[in-house]
């Protein structure tokens, strides 16, 4: 039995981790952790809000309401009931359909609040649950899906999408938490949602990406219920021999998983997104704007646009010739183009019009990018040449919407309501942020469903 693949290793860390999770409260939530939270709820409903739109979400949800016609769990503004796991699943894809959605990348860049939010949103309006046992359980997901995440540094190198695979363990951490489970059962939970997990990185640009935290939300939701039945996992789900960190992994590091657990909170590095595109691009979007509103170069007089970033930044936005606006998200080409064009970089210059625009596929042309490994993920620099060879340079230092340059509670306030209003008008968006910004006082989160749907 020593030599069995899935033998004990006896670590504990699976055990230590889903101990303090069962029990985290509200109230041991430092004053920043409460108010990221509620930051990161805010901005990720917003998202959700905008993405119901999406003729993603219409093929979606077509296919879901025949699954689930008569379900009893609000599908965010579309005027829909499904089911509770068909639920999560459309809700969890409109909230990332946009690539609008927060980004934590201290766990390898999780969009972490998509699969917490979608699978904890129907889970609470089953149940009853108040806001201070809601946040307490969107805290618990971070702290499981970045943990996690930490463990395992070579995850995103073997071509899998960290927000359906760590997003499903994240998942099922904060619906055991929000069901009140015990240690035993939240080891049970984060082993019924590994097992599940998964999300390929070949399926960016297509309608399978935002599928992926819908997905993460629904096993999630589903792990977190089956250990509330009795449903049984691993103990040693992450770090076992056999376990999630070492098979999705090259590279583990399970010291990683419980270190400072306790001292700080992980949703305090959340990172929010100003442009509706992959993370990787913000540096270059901030310098592109820039040099379009400073240099005094109108595009038309562009002779080259240089882009100097991150190799990872290249090597995941390498989309040279983008025919949809889902594709356009991931090139690095028509994120200089069009932002250097429009001076802004929101959901239009990422829709499909935009993306076969005459004038932004001409100056997409004249685009050349390098990299530079020297240079930091959350930093960019841009060089303008016009035709009669003036030139400017601009440099970003750190992206806006990143742990070193955040972005304010104003900004995340005009996100949502610039996301939120065309879904449900503005006098509906206005009150949903501020029964956000008060959450912790809700007896329980039926109003707020109501104002969603």
Same mark, same amino acid.
């Given at each position: ?28 939530? *430092? ?102 046992? #809601? ?77 992926? =935290? ?18 049984? *996992? ?9 376990? #999630? ?37 913000? =540096? ?46 991931? *090139? ?73 340059? =955040? ?47």
């Amino acid at each position: 039995m020593t030599e069995y693949g899935a033998a004990d290793l006896n670590l504990g860390i699976t055990e230590k981790l889903a101990g303090y999770l069962a029990t985290l409260d509200y109230d041991d939530l *430092s004053d920043d952790a409460a108010h990221e939270c509620r930051r990161g709820i805010l901005d990720w409903l917003g998202c959700a809000l905008a993405g119901s739109a999406h003729e993603t979400i219409d093929t979606l949800t077509g296919v879901l309401a025949k699954i689930s016609p008569a379900g009893n769990s609000t599908v965010i503004g579309r005027k829909m009931k499904l089911g509770l796991l068909e639920a999560a699943i459309a809700n969890g894809q409109m909230g990332h359909v946009l690539d609008y959605d927060d980004t934590h990348l201290g766990g390898g860049g999780v969009h972490t609040s998509g699969p917490l939010m979608a699978s904890l949103l129907p889970l609470a309006e089953a149940r009853g649950i108040d806001g201070k046992t #809601f946040i307490a359980a969107y805290a618990a997901g971070f702290e499981a899906a970045t943990r996690t995440g930490m463990g395992m540094p070579a995850h995103h190198d073997g071509g899998w999408h960290l927000t359906g695979t760590i997003g499903t363990v994240g998942a099922g951490a904060a619906c055991a938490r929000l069901l009140g489970l015990d240690g035993e059962q939240m080891v049970h939970a984060f082993g019924i949602a590994a097992t599940q997990s998964g999300g390929m990185q070949q399926n960016r640009g297509t309608m399978c990406k935002s599928l992926h =935290p819908g997905k993460a939300a629904s096993n999630g939701l589903l792990a977190g219920m089956l250990a509330e039945g009795g449903f049984d *996992s691993s103990g040693e789900i992450l770090e076992g021999k056999k376990g #999630f960190c070492r098979i999705f992994s090259t590279v583990t590091d399970e010291d990683a998983i419980l270190s400072g657990l306790g001292d700080s909170f992980a949703i305090t590095d959340n990172g929010y997104k100003p442009y509706a595109c992959g993370v990787v691009l913000h =540096p270059v979007l901030d310098t592109t704007i820039h040099l379009g509103k400073e240099s005094g170069i109108a595009p038309d007089d562009v002779a080259t646009l240089e882009i100097t970033a991150h190799p990872k930044a290249v090597s995941i936005t390498g989309v040279q010739n983008p025919q949809s606006g889902l594709k356009s998200k991931f *090139s690095i080409t028509h994120a200089s183009a069009v932002s250097y064009i429009d001076g802004t970089a929101g959901r239009g210059q990422f829709s499909t019009d935009r993306a076969l625009a005459p004038e932004v596929v001409a100056l997409r042309e004249k685009v050349t990018v390098q990299t530079d490994e020297n240079l930091r993920l959350d930093q960019a620099i841009g060089t303008v040449t016009a035709k009669d060879g003036k030139t400017a340079t601009h440099t970003t230092e750190h992206a806006t919407g990143m742990i070193d340059n =955040p972005m304010s509670d104003d900004q995340i306030v005009a996100k949502f309501l610039d996301n939120a209003a065309p879904a449900v008008g503005e006098e509906t968006a206005a009150e949903i942020k501020e029964m956000v910004w008060e959450l912790e006082k809700a007896d329980n989160l039926v109003k707020l469903m109501k104002l969603l749907g």
